[in-house]
């Protein structure tokens, strides 16, 4: 009885139960989502979902949207946990689970903040024993139905969330086991999220709806409102209609034993993971090349070797928007080769269109090969004067084999936080999240970042480490430095180097 043995190792997990590494996990992994829902917030997606439903569903203000720290801002817990879960998601930054590819604090986190507000008097281990256990529930839940609940078109991350997120509301509320089934089987019902809708604004959706999703699921549950105690595991219950395969009880037999949130991944880059080694290997490619004194104009071609899952999940040959050139492996290895780097703002609609961009994406040639691990790939480019410059990257950082330091981990938050917050409340907002483990009642943590801010939601206007792109200038790094060129020159210098 799957969501019987589920429910049963939730109620009786202790904060004591936990190594300190797993709880330096669940600290990482919360900071690091933090920064990106704060960060997330420049995008249209939250601001639309935000304004398009306070007006109409908002209750009692009670919780708070992350990038929107002021008391003056809150809504209801509801609203809190659908706007942070989409804001979490939307630049494709957050945390990857590498086995399964389910993003796993998202949903948890937005749905467990948003009641910790709420509820208030949550201290800082109460918090984090409910946040793991809603992470290791949807993972070893996601682990049960892979490949083929993935395959057949199901967006994991938002299929498990939601029960995820049912699970640590209801450790965080106290629920007992027969309760904590119905909540679950109340999130098993609600089941959301394909792949059809990567590239768009819906994919964050997702997540938003997932962590709403399960927090509903527990608090009906709490009130009395009754589901299945085997919504997991029966005939027709969540496993069996979302999967073909299923291996949960040998899943659930593990918990406690092997913990999941140790194998969390952290993203160097905003996009789909499976293309990071494409774009690690093309910034090398360019370092490289600016070395031997080449210019990135001179390029005529481009070839990137890859694991065949690349194409499959980020194969976008002509991506049109910034949601979609996260899903373009051929627009990704372009940036790398132009910017040297990979942030958010190389994945805007306007570096998307640009047309230099767009030339030298054009220029990229990829091909699979079963041979190269998904953390790996190998990109070359070659130059109009005869020049080939490969390079190979065996582990791409922010793989397991190589994962983000500390000090980077805390760059990638300071520079997302920051395009909202402002460097000192960007500070403020990391000391908070790093020391959640501390807190005497976590309801207070947005207080403590909480201020004016003083940028607007737009992605209208996007700002690189080389300067500002727009849809007719570009700024790259040439051999002497940093160089702008109009698209219409670069264009031009191609189309000669081709003849």
């Not at 709806?209 to 608090?219: E, H, P, S, W």
């Not at 403020?428 to 020391?435: L, V």
Request: some cysteine; overall charge negative.
């Amino acid at each position: 009885m799957a969501t019987q043995q589920l429910a049963t190792w939730v109620v009786n997990l202790q904060y004591a139960n936990f190594t300190a590494p797993v709880i330096a996990a669940a600290v990482t992994s919360l900071y690091n989502w933090a920064g990106c829902a704060i960060g997330g917030y420049q995008q249209t997606a939250p601001g639309i979902a935000l304004n398009a439903t306070s007006p109409h569903f908002g209750g009692p203000p009670t919780s708070s949207i992350l990038a929107l720290a002021n008391d003056s801002t809150q809504t209801d817990a509801q609203i809190a946990a659908f706007v942070n879960g989409i804001a979490g998601h939307v630049d494709d930054y957050d945390d990857t689970h590498l086995a399964t590819i389910i993003h796993p604090t998202g949903t948890v986190a937005s749905a467990l903040l948003a009641v910790a507000e709420w509820k208030g008097n949550v201290n800082g281990s109460d918090f984090l024993t409910a946040f793991i256990a809603g992470v290791e529930a949807e993972l070893k839940l996601g682990l049960s139905v892979w490949p083929q609940h993935y395959d057949v078109g199901w967006h994991d991350t938002s299929t498990t969330g939601s029960i995820g997120a049912a699970v640590a509301v209801s450790k965080l509320l106290g629920l007992d086991v027969p309760t904590m089934q119905q909540a679950i089987g109340i999130a098993c019902t609600q089941v959301i999220g394909m792949q059809e809708f990567f590239g768009s604004d819906t994919k964050s959706f997702h997540i938003g709806r997932a962590a709403q999703g399960g927090m509903i699921g527990a608090l009906l549950a709490q009130s009395g409102f009754t589901s299945s105690l085997q919504g997991l595991e029966a005939q027709f219950g969540w496993v069996h209609v979302v999967s073909t395969r299923e291996n949960v009880t040998a899943e659930f037999d593990t918990l406690g034993k092997s913990w999941e949130i140790l194998s969390n991944t952290f993203k160097p880059y905003p996009c789909g993971i499976v293309m990071h080694p494409s774009i690690e290997g093309a910034i090398e490619v360019q370092s490289a090349a600016l070395g031997k004194g080449l210019n990135i104009s001179d390029i005529t071609s481009v070839h990137a070797r890859v694991n065949p899952e690349t194409l499959v999940l980020t194969g976008q040959i002509d991506p049109e928007t910034g949601l979609e050139g996260k899903f373009s492996v051929y627009h990704g290895i372009a940036v790398g080769l132009l910017f040297g780097e990979a942030t958010p703002s190389q994945f805007t609609d306007a570096v998307v269109t640009n047309s230099t961009v767009v030339a030298l994406r054009k220029l990229v040639n990829v091909t699979t090969d079963s041979t190269v691990r998904e953390d790996e790939a190998y990109v070359s480019a070659l130059f109009e004067d005869g020049t080939n410059v490969t390079q190979h990257i065996d582990h791409v950082i922010g793989s397991l084999d190589n994962p983000l330091s500390e000090a980077q981990l805390k760059t990638k938050f300071m520079g997302q936080a920051s395009l909202v917050l402002g460097e000192a409340r960007a500070e403020k907002a990391y000391e908070a999240f790093t020391n959640i483990g501390n807190m005497s009642d976590v309801s207070t943590i947005v207080q403590m970042f909480a201020g004016a801010n003083g940028t607007s939601n737009s992605t209208n206007s996007t700002s690189s480490a080389s300067g500002t792109s727009d849809a007719s200038t570009l700024h790259i790094v040439g051999p002497n430095g940093i160089i702008s060129l109009t698209a219409i020159v670069m264009i031009l210098g191609m189309v000669v180097v081709m003849m």
